[in-house]
């Protein structure tokens, strides 16, 4: 049986791959537009179309990128929960609310780009991942804490 947490997980990728259509879908033609031949582009890096792309389209770019950052964490913290057996209860409910605060900021960033709800969104989906993270090194330390005398004199009247 799999881990329950793994759920937001794959959503949050399915997600990137949606910003991802979204942003192909939106850059390519703008790009066309601009008279930019990708066959003779060389070298150049995805902040380069900053100066020539519509703001719209390059949106959906810069979150494309946003969710190769801190999601990371997300995922290797949530990976960390499955494997310490706490990937249900608690844990699950902030997974999905940072998965669901993830994709409110990708519609935020990719349409209106208002910064201050992005920040807002950010702030929020940033203190549930430390609420994550702190929960995950809690199973860490609490499951690998020292035996008591009394424990360890019980174990071996047990054998």
Same mark, same amino acid.
């Given at each position: 049986?799999?881990?329950?947490i793994?759920?937001p997980?794959?959503a949050l990728?399915?997600?990137?791959?949606?910003?991802?259509?979204?942003?192909?879908a939106?850059? #390519?033609?703008?790009?066309?537009? &601009?008279?930019?031949? #990708?066959?003779?582009l060389?070298?150049?890096?995805g902040?380069?179309?900053?100066?020539?792309?519509?703001?719209?389209a390059?949106?959906?770019?810069?979150?494309y990128n946003?969710l190769?950052?801190?999601?990371?964490? $997300?995922y290797?913290?949530?990976l &960390?929960?499955a494997?310490?057996?706490?990937?249900?209860?608690?844990?699950?409910?902030l997974?999905w609310?940072?998965v669901?605060?993830r994709?409110?900021?990708?519609?935020?960033?990719?349409?209106?780009?208002?910064?201050?709800?992005? $920040?807002?969104?950010?702030?929020?989906s940033t203190?549930?991942?430390?609420?994550?993270?702190?929960? &995950?090194?809690?199973?860490?330390?609490?499951?690998h804490?020292? &035996?008591?005398?009394?424990e360890?004199t019980?174990?071996?009247?047990a054998?």
């Amino acid at each position: 049986m799999h881990s329950e947490i793994l759920a937001p997980v794959v959503a949050l990728v399915a997600w990137t791959l949606v910003m991802l259509v979204w942003m192909m879908a939106m850059r #390519m033609p703008a790009m066309r537009k &601009a008279g930019i031949d #990708m066959g003779k582009l060389v070298g150049s890096k995805g902040t380069d179309a900053d100066k020539v792309l519509p703001a719209q389209a390059q949106w959906k770019a810069h979150n494309y990128n946003h969710l190769h950052e801190q999601p990371t964490l $997300f995922y290797a913290v949530a990976l &960390a929960l499955a494997l310490l057996g706490q990937g249900h209860g608690i844990n699950l409910w902030l997974a999905w609310a940072y998965v669901i605060l993830r994709i409110a900021h990708s519609v935020v960033q990719a349409t209106v780009n208002r910064v201050s709800t992005r $920040f807002a969104l950010f702030l929020l989906s940033t203190l549930v991942l430390m609420a994550l993270t702190l929960h &995950a090194g809690m199973a860490i330390v609490l499951d690998h804490a020292p &035996a008591t005398p009394v424990e360890t004199t019980a174990a071996a009247y047990a054998r």
